[in-house]
């Protein structure tokens, strides 16, 4: 008697439920991680926001440091950017509604100290309540 020898039909199906198992799981990393990348860009959109708002402290009170004003260049957007709103030195940032992130998902930088002539002790964000940070 000969033996045949190949894969039995249980063992394919085995096979693929492990794949599709695998795959889930793999896309919905990677969607978080690009996600995370989309933010970046909104994270990355107020720095140049915050340079601005630390040469402006150096020369004029802190509540002068807003948005077309002293230096500061006017709001911009971009693909993943709607808006930024500055006013009394806090930037705020607006994220358009793209690739699962959300106009909700505001980031907010805030400076403590700073205006005539001392310079912005610190800077803190609102990244603690947001996934993508």
């Not at 860009?41 to 150096?58: F, M, N, P």
């Not at 002293?70 to 500055?86: D, E, F, M, T």
């Amino acid at each position: 008697m000969r033996r045949i020898s190949g894969f039995t039909l249980i063992e394919l199906m085995i096979v693929l439920a492990i794949i599709a198992v695998l795959t889930a799981l793999g896309l919905a990393s990677y969607s978080f991680f690009t996600d995370r990348a989309v933010y970046t860009e909104v994270v990355l959109s107020a720095q140049g926001y915050k340079r601005a708002v630390d040469i402006c402290v150096l020369s004029h009170p802190i509540s002068a440091c807003d948005l077309g004003t002293n230096g500061i260049a006017s709001s911009i957007s971009s693909q993943a950017v709607l808006s930024v709103a500055l006013e009394d030195g806090v930037i705020t940032v607006t994220p358009r509604n793209y690739l699962g992130i959300t106009t909700s998902d505001v980031y907010v930088l805030t400076p403590s100290g700073g205006g005539d002539g001392q310079r912005v002790q610190a800077w803190t964000d609102n990244c603690g309540s947001s996934d993508y940070c």
